[in-house]
């Protein structure tokens, strides 16, 4: 079992960043393959990015925010970050931190073991 406590959204202009923060307890999560989500009003939730339990940390992204987020993870703090740069209006949403994706690599249709409670992230343009 995994709780996991999404932090760090807030409103910014567009241009802006913000750096997200998902603090784990339960269990390690170099155990999970780990992950942000998120779901804008009235649309469906959408995979953001990926992080893989293998050595390299291997990531992936969604095209919409590929060169401008960046997922990591600190295994010994049990915490993911997702750092956002560049925010665009069109980013503005829930986001939700997630652990235990199969497939992890997949975005679109893995499923999703553990979820946040979500963080709101609100870019004004």
């Known amino acids: 079992q995994v709780h996991l406590v999404e932090s760090g959204g807030g409103s910014v202009p567009a241009g802006g960043s913000l750096r997200l923060s998902c603090a784990a307890s339960?269990?390690?999560?170099?155990?999970?393959?780990m992950a942000w989500f998120r779901q804008a009003p009235g649309k469906d939730r959408e995979g953001v990015a990926s992080i893989h339990i293998d050595k390299d940390g291997t990531t992936t992204y969604a095209d919409s925010v590929k060169g401008r987020f960046t997922i990591s993870k600190d295994n010994a703090k049990h915490t993911l970050y997702l750092q956002m740069n560049s925010l665009k209006p069109e980013d503005t949403a829930m986001y939700y931190c997630?652990?235990?994706?199969?497939?992890?690599?997949?975005?679109?249709?893995?499923?999703?073991?553990?979820w946040g409670q979500g963080t709101q992230v609100t870019v004004s343009s």
């Open positions: 339960g269990h390690t999560i170099s155990d999970y393959c």
């Open positions: 997630a652990a235990e994706l199969y497939p992890c690599l997949d975005l679109v249709t893995a499923t999703v073991g553990y």
